[in-house]
């Protein structure tokens, strides 16, 4: 049996996991809550974030900086990807958004293997963020407890736009029903648009975050693509509080499973997420019937 | 008697006559000496791609190389290593022939084409990529992988094909033992070899009475490693604490291990992970403090961890590496190979690049011996290695071993520098010990190895 404070430890863990995939899952989820899009070039966004993030530490050696360019190369390429591609997809069936997305997402990766090499890069932990935080149950990263904040930071100003602005309505509005917002006049192919670049955005942001504390490899959002839908789906499409509560499970069932049996961590997330699609397939707070 | 015109020219007639006669019966009979020489010569039966894939004038290498995935670093240096291969015997370079003597140029004349593919670190796309490069290419020849359960799955489709097999780093012992094949030959030191070699050096440096725990990827090569690394550390006297982190290959946060590594009251953490999982996983290992309440022992070390993950982590880490570039520098064949990668890429090599490359060498010197590519000609020309042995790149000498097709090659034991005594972006680690290849090797028949046909 496991020790309460290794349990302790491992809650916590599983909070801080949480946070980074609930920061994932929000951009995925706002996409296919609102243009009906399965995006899998999420993780290929994630991994733009990550080395572009990289590039500019590189140039600079200023971590604001490249968290800054991060989110806006991930959305400038998101935004692209939406104009360019996959608006042309969106009255199309979901096979053909995955087909395209996934192949979209090995071009990206592809690309950005072709210019950095395969080799991992490393980005150094910011000044503020070296060393350790003992907090008696637990020595914890102090980068990994900075990065919790963050996280949390942005998914507060993601919840203040989607509920206390104007350009939030409308997100929500369209989530429920597009046609409708249509039809009072608004432009909803720009807010579309829109609606996908935030989503990159954040995707990139959350790549950034990430770097320090792995090597950055191309093919380092192929995992958290996997994960992040799954987050989705125990949260609920199209919900924002959704993806909160859906990311905070999954991170506790990936810590907490390690204490027992460490190879069946991502097995009892999959788990978790076949109980949700048979006894409650739209979601823990999403909407039955809503595709 | 007098010679009249008319005699001369029946004389000269005739002259004539016996000349062309004697020319052409010459003529006729040389063709036939020649046949009988020539059907001397074995005839031999088509198999696999022979001779198909030699009756132009050049020979295909298939290369099935992880070119993305968790070990897509070590794809790419071996590709750099089989590319200069391949340019140096082409050339008829001396240096080749220190290893292969018979060469001239190319091998047995053909010139060496390579095929590169992408296996993914998986072992269908491999197996995709090797088909396609025996059924179009005629490939004579597959070689590469980093993953062992990719080398498995090759190996076994190479088999089937009767077509040669080299994995360039497969770490499971599994691949020279209970899945070895006739077709498949690998060069490189393995779980078995790697933990006899290193647990009495931890033992000197640590003493006997250390507890480890072990962190797994869940593969194949993980659990051969583990099993190879409980049992030879339990011989000095180590306790394994029994509750292995067994994690998925391709990991990359290592968070939740970790703390039950922290807390679990190891005084050595065993990182049995390879390529970019071995960087995620000792970087996080020195975020979570791990390395302060432990020591850290990566039995195969994997060749860029060094430069990826820092000295500060690495300092006083123990491993095994097949080759190290300053080793290579005190014998003939290593320092041939260090100066042509140095000329070609203006970098120092590697594992990869150098299993690469002595690979496809004794490749080439085998089938000089054979004297054809008749698959199973080749194979009895490895398998009579022992007869040939070759001088090697860590010194001493290289050769495959009959009965179960492990290379019998020398291998280092290496110790992570302190990053106060780095001379340079390449001095990462001391040897401190060259591990014997044939004295590390286990005892035939150990490991499960059964052998089918050649033909």
Redesign the interface.
């Given at each position: 049996m496991?020790?309460m404070?290794?349990f302790m430890?491992?809650v916590f863990?599983?909070l801080?996991?949480g946070v980074l995939l609930s920061l994932i899952a929000t951009g995925l989820t706002i996409i296919y809550g609102t243009l009906g899009v399965i995006n899998f070039a999420h993780g290929a966004l994630f991994v733009v974030g990550a080395y572009a993030g990289y590039s500019m530490f590189m140039a600079t050696g200023s971590f604001v900086l490249s968290l800054v360019a991060a989110a806006v190369l991930a959305m400038a390429v998101g935004l692209v990807m939406e104009r360019g591609l996959i608006k042309r997809f969106y009255h199309r069936p979901h096979e053909d958004q995955i087909l395209v997305t996934f192949g979209l997402s090995i071009v990206i990766v592809e690309v950005i293997?072709g210019i950095y090499?395969?080799?991992?890069q490393?980005v150094p932990?910011p000044s503020w963020g070296e060393g350790?935080i003992d907090m008696g149950f637990?020595?914890?990263?102090l980068?990994?407890v900075e990065i919790m904040m963050i996280a949390t930071s942005v998914l507060f100003a993601c919840w203040y736009v989607l509920y206390k602005t104007r350009l939030g309505l409308i997100i929500r509005s369209g989530i429920e029903d597009a046609l409708m917002v249509r039809l009072l006049g608004i432009n909803v192919q720009r807010y579309f648009m829109l609606v996908f670049g935030i989503g990159a955005a954040a995707a990139g942001f959350a790549g950034m975050i990430?770097g320090p504390?792995?090597?950055i490899?191309?093919?380092?959002g192929?995992?958290?693509l996997i994960q992040s839908f799954v987050v989705v789906v125990l949260g609920g499409v199209g919900s924002f509080p959704g993806a909160i509560l859906g990311g905070l499970i999954a991170g506790q069932i990936?810590?907490l499973t390690?204490?027992f049996n460490?190879?069946y961590?991502?097995v009892m997330l999959f788990a978790a997420m076949a109980l949700i699609l048979i006894f409650r397939p739209q979601g823990l707070m999403g909407v039955e019937g809503r595709a | 008697m007098k010679k009249t015109p008319f005699d001369s020219k029946r004389s000269e007639g005739r002259r004539t006559f016996i000349k062309t006669a004697t020319g052409v019966a010459g003529g006729l009979v040389l063709p036939s000496i020649s046949s009988n020489a020539w059907a001397q010569k074995k005839d031999y039966p088509a198999l696999g791609n022979y001779p198909a894939g030699v009756s132009g004038d050049t020979v295909v290498a298939g290369l099935t190389l992880d070119?993305?995935?968790?070990y897509?670093?070590e794809?790419?240096g071996q590709r750099r290593g089989f590319e200069l291969a391949a340019e140096l015997l082409n050339k008829g370079d001396p240096r080749v022939k220190k290893v292969s003597p018979l060469t001239q140029q190319g091998i047995l004349g053909k010139r060496v084409v390579l095929a590169i593919g992408d296996a993914e670190t998986k072992p269908n796309s491999a197996v995709q990529a090797a088909t396609r490069f025996i059924r179009q290419d005629k490939a004579m020849m597959i070689a590469g992988s980093v993953s062992s359960s990719v080398a498995i799955a090759l190996q076994n489709t190479c088999d089937r094909a009767k077509t040669l097999y080299f994995p360039i780093i497969s770490g499971s012992s599994d691949t020279t033992g209970k899945d070895c094949r006739r077709y498949g030959f690998r060069l490189c030191h393995h779980a078995y070899t790697a933990s006899k070699a290193i647990a009495p050096i931890l033992a000197k440096e640590y003493g006997k009475n250390m507890k480890a725990i072990h962190l797994v990827p869940?593969y194949n090569y993980g659990h051969s490693i583990h099993h190879y690394m409980k049992q030879f550390t339990e011989e000095q006297g180590w306790t394994t604490i029994d509750n292995?982190?067994?994690?998925?290959l391709?990991?990359?946060?290592y968070?939740?291990?970790l703390?039950?590594i922290?807390?679990s009251g190891a005084d050595i953490l065993i990182n049995h992970d390879y390529g970019?999982d071995a960087?995620?996983s000792a970087?996080?290992a020195y975020?979570?403090?791990v390395l302060k309440k432990m020591k850290m022992c990566v039995p195969y070390l994997p060749a860029?961890m060094l430069e990826?993950v820092?000295p500060e982590i690495m300092e006083g880490v123990f491993g095994t590496m097949v080759f190290w570039w300053t080793e290579g520098q005190k014998n003939e064949v290593g320092k041939d190979f260090v100066e042509a990668y140095k000329e070609k890429y203006n970098a120092l090599p590697r594992d990869p690049e150098h299993n690469a490359y002595m690979t496809m060498l004794l490749w080439a010197d085998a089938v000089e011996r054979a004297g054809t590519f008749y698959p199973p000609a080749v194979v009895e020309a490895l398998e009579d290695g022992i007869n040939h042995k070759r001088p090697y790149s860590m010194g001493g000498e290289v050769y495959f071993r009959a009965e179960d097709h492990d290379g019998v090659a020398d291998f280092a034991i290496v110790r992570g520098k302190k990053p106060a005594d780095i001379q340079n972006k390449d001095d990462l680690v001391d040897v401190v010990a060259v591990a014997n290849g044939l004295d590390t090797l286990p005892p035939i028949g150990y490991a499960g190895c059964s052998m089918g046909s050649a033909t």
């Open positions: 496991p020790s404070s290794l430890s491992q863990n599983g801080a996991l293997r090499g395969g080799v991992g490393r932990l350790v637990v020595t914890y990263p980068y990994r990430y504390m792995v090597s490899v191309p093919d380092m192929f995992r958290v990936l810590s390690s204490l460490p190879v961590s991502d | 070119l993305t995935g968790p897509s670093a794809g790419a869940d292995p982190q067994i994690h998925p391709g990991a990359t946060d968070s939740s291990w703390l039950n922290a807390n970019a960087v995620n970087k996080q975020e979570f403090g860029y990826e820092g």
